[in-house]
């Protein structure tokens, strides 16, 4: 009889997901007796009254490795420990279906889980090993601020997205002697922005790590002009923290989804700018979501398929409560709970690309 492996995909998308799960079911099939099947939408898939699975054969993941998305979706809402359900009164409530999920899990005659997520579903995943439940995780996020791994996959691909951004903008400030605010994406961590702010030569970078002073960077703008003529290009990460520690969202609508919904930390630059007096014309484009849609970028596909084989070796040799990670240039594992100590946040004072940034002159803004 074949064993059974489950594979969901957890948080927001990230190129790369297909390409981890062709890695999984391409190399399970090599092997031999292996059934793999996809739980729709992370666990809420087993979790719905009325289940939604998808079988994964090498026909469903047959050229899947360049597209964007993931062909068993996922979501931010939900999961085992915090499933949201409609009440009779027509509101929202969460409750914990673990029981349902484990029975679940045995009626399907699963083996083994493979949980492709980032921070958050990390620790769902040691929280069901916890339980006894056999699980592998791959490191997912476009933002990097997963710990022990390199790189996670999708990371490189937003960075080549908002590189691109910044190419563009640069023109068009250039053209027209503007300041240009690119807000990019990045949570807690600023990988983003500051790669995007290397790869695309930007005058100032602000990043979640370094609260800052717009006072230093109207400063650097100031440095950027001579009579009128200049431009100046900043990227901001949405998580951007001022002096004060404030970051700038909205708070979370949906039931079973945590998270303050980030954005506007461009537009309060400029506001903040425009009090400080600076008079040349600033404009602010938000780049959101184009950063995690669409094709991978080759370095992306590559990591993904090798933490997929990764994985789905690991749950071959039983080493289970694990997080398959690269570290290069060796794609091997640590351990779920060394996963979830800390995060992957850059460090002002020796990261070597913001030291780099620094002696380049970019400004982070303190
Ligand atoms: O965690 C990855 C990320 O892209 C963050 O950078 C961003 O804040 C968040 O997801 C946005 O999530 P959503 O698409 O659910 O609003």
């Known amino acids: 009889m074949s064993k059974r492996i489950l594979v969901v995909t957890g948080g927001g998308d990230c190129p790369g997901l297909n390409a981890v799960i062709r890695g999984i079911v391409k190399s399970a099939k090599l092997d031999g007796n292996w059934e793999i099947i996809g739980s729709m939408e992370s666990y809420n898939g087993l979790l719905k009254?009325?289940?939604?699975?998808?079988?994964?054969?090498?026909?469903?993941?047959?050229?899947?490795?360049?597209?964007?998305?993931?062909?068993?979706?996922?979501?931010?809402?939900?999961?085992?420990?915090?499933?949201?359900?409609?009440?009779?009164?027509?509101?929202?409530?969460?409750?914990?279906?673990?029981?349902?999920?484990?029975?679940?899990?045995?009626?399907?005659?699963?083996?083994?889980?493979?949980?492709?997520?980032?921070?958050?579903?990390?620790?769902?995943?040691?929280?069901?090993?916890?339980?006894?439940?056999?699980?592998?995780?791959?490191?997912?996020?476009?933002?990097?601020?997963?710990?022990?791994?390199?790189?996670?996959?999708?990371?490189?691909?937003?960075?080549?997205?908002?590189?691109?951004?910044?190419?563009?903008?640069?023109t068009t400030a250039e053209s027209h002697n503007r300041v240009f605010i690119?807000?990019?994406?990045?949570?807690?961590?600023?990988?983003?922005?500051?790669?995007?702010?290397?790869?695309?030569?930007?005058?100032?970078?602000?990043?979640?790590?370094?609260?800052?002073?717009?006072?230093?960077?109207?400063?650097?703008?100031?440095?950027?002009?001579?009579?009128?003529?200049?431009?100046?290009?900043?990227?901001?990460?949405?998580?951007?923290?001022?002096?004060?520690?404030?970051?700038?969202?909205?708070?979370?609508?949906?039931?079973?989804?945590?998270?303050?919904k980030l954005g506007g930390a461009g537009d309060k630059l400029k506001q903040e700018l425009q009090q400080l007096g600076v008079e040349h014309d600033i404009r602010v484009t938000v780049l959101g979501h184009l950063q995690r849609g669409g094709i991978p970028i080759a370095f992306d596909r590559i990591l993904a398929t090798a933490l997929g084989v990764k994985a789905f070796e690991l749950v071959k040799a039983k080493k289970y409560g694990a997080m398959v990670v690269y570290n290069h240039p060796e794609i091997t594992h640590v351990s779920l709970e060394k996963v979830v100590e800390k995060s992957n946040f850059i460090n002002p004072k020796n990261n070597s690309f913001l030291c780099a940034a620094k002696k380049i002159g970019i400004s982070f803004g303190d």
């Open 182 to 260: 690119l807000e990019v994406m990045g949570r807690d961590a600023g990988w983003i922005a500051l790669y995007t702010a290397l790869g695309g030569g930007a005058d100032v970078c602000i990043i979640p790590e370094i609260p800052y002073d717009p006072k230093i960077i109207a400063q650097k703008i100031a440095t950027r002009y001579k009579d009128g003529e200049g431009f100046c290009n900043i990227v901001i990460a949405e998580g951007a923290r001022d002096i004060a520690g404030q970051i700038t969202g909205t708070a979370p609508t949906a039931v079973g989804d945590e998270h303050i």
């Open 49 to 170: 009254d009325k289940i939604e699975i998808m079988p994964l054969t090498e026909k469903e993941v047959a050229g899947i490795h360049v597209k964007g998305g993931t062909i068993i979706k996922t979501t931010n809402r939900g999961g085992p420990f915090n499933f949201p359900v409609q009440q009779s009164d027509g509101s929202w409530q969460t409750e914990n279906r673990t029981k349902l999920l484990l029975e679940r899990l045995d009626d399907l005659g699963i083996e083994a889980i493979i949980s492709i997520g980032g921070d958050g579903s990390q620790r769902i995943s040691l929280e069901l090993a916890k339980l006894g439940v056999n699980i592998v995780g791959v490191p997912k996020t476009i933002d990097n601020d997963l710990s022990c791994t390199d790189f996670t996959f999708g990371f490189q691909t937003a960075v080549e997205i908002a590189t691109e951004a910044v190419d563009k903008l640069v």
